[in-house]
């Protein structure tokens, strides 16, 4: 019997647009909250976005300016494994 090499992927209930699907419901579910909160939750959820927009931005510059080169990685093989 021949073994893979490979590890097995673990197995996920959601992914990609499943996942996201879930994210917007939350969101759409806590902005239908109690007046008293709604406020908060909406500002909350503002600054979260903003702030994850603007690291999106930081890093998508970055990677597009500076990619990483060959040489910049010194442990190639960290595991000894040829």
């Not at 209930?13 to 499943?18: D, E, M, V």
């Not at 579910?29 to 930081?58: E, N, Q, T, W």
């Amino acid at each position: 019997m021949l073994r893979d090499s490979q590890p097995e992927q673990p197995k996920s209930l959601l992914r990609g647009a499943g996942a996201l699907a879930v994210a917007v419901a939350i969101i759409v579910v806590l902005l239908y909250a109690p007046p008293a909160y709604r406020f908060f939750v909406l500002v909350f959820f503002l600054i979260s976005l903003v702030i994850g927009i603007v690291v999106a931005g930081i890093l998508h510059f970055w990677n597009k300016y500076r990619p990483v080169k060959e040489e910049d990685i010194n442990n190639k093989r960290p595991l000894g494994l040829s």
